[in-house]
């Protein structure tokens, strides 16, 4: 179940108000993007398939550094276009603290503007989003998942040191 409440601009960029969405977790809960507004900052990475090397080893190096995230009052969201089930195995069978969203008919990523990969693959793609849901930080790796949660904690370990 998707429930968009925001019309995004195609090409969503640094600067932009975050898209607002509702997505069921890996354990059939809604979650929505504004429950975090005014609250923490958010990492939203979107990802191609649970359970495929490059994306496990992204999502690991996300769980790995987990409570880093959360000493810095951010909270980790990952999507795919797996099913809540999958999803579930996944965050199971690797240990996973944070929100895996299901986003079967890629509403949420079209949203985002997550391009895809030599036009068939989704994109992986990572988002910053600050506490008042504006876009501080875009990266885009299809190969270097680990990558993804490198950057990502550097720059929320930045909006941090400036509050």
Same mark, same amino acid.
């Given at each position: 179940?998707? /429930?968009?409440? $925001?019309? /995004? &601009? ?5 600067? !932009? &108000? /975050?898209?607002? $969405? @509702? ?17 923490? #900052? ?8 649970? *359970? @495929?090397?490059?994306?496990? +080893?992204? /999502? ?7 409570? =880093?995230?959360? *000493? ?9 276009? =797996?099913?809540? *089930? ?16 299901? !986003? ?11 391009? +895809? @990969? ?7 793609? @990572?988002?910053? #989003?600050?506490?008042?849901?504006? #876009?501080?930080? #875009?990266?885009?790796?299809?190969? !270097?998942?680990? &990558? ?16």
């Amino acid at each position: 179940m998707v /429930a968009i409440m $925001f019309s /995004a &601009k195609a090409n969503i960029q640094v600067g !932009d &108000k /975050a898209p607002d $969405f @509702t997505l069921v977790n890996q354990v059939g809960k809604s979650v929505s993007l504004r429950d975090f507004k005014n609250k923490q #900052i958010v990492v939203v990475y979107f990802y191609p398939k649970d *359970e @495929t090397s490059i994306c496990t +080893k992204e /999502a690991c190096s996300f769980r790995d550094s987990y409570k =880093d995230f959360q *000493e810095l009052n951010c909270e980790v969201i990952g999507i795919s276009s =797996d099913s809540v *089930e999958s999803h579930q195995h996944f965050a199971q069978n690797h240990n996973l603290p944070f929100v895996l969203l299901s !986003d079967p008919d890629s509403l949420v990523r079209n949203l985002f503007s997550v391009p +895809k @990969t030599a036009m068939i693959l989704p994109g992986r793609v @990572t988002y910053v #989003i600050d506490k008042n849901g504006i #876009i501080k930080f #875009i990266f885009n790796s299809q190969i !270097d998942g680990e &990558k993804h949660m490198r950057e990502a904690l550097k720059i929320v370990k930045e909006l941090q040191s400036k509050l």
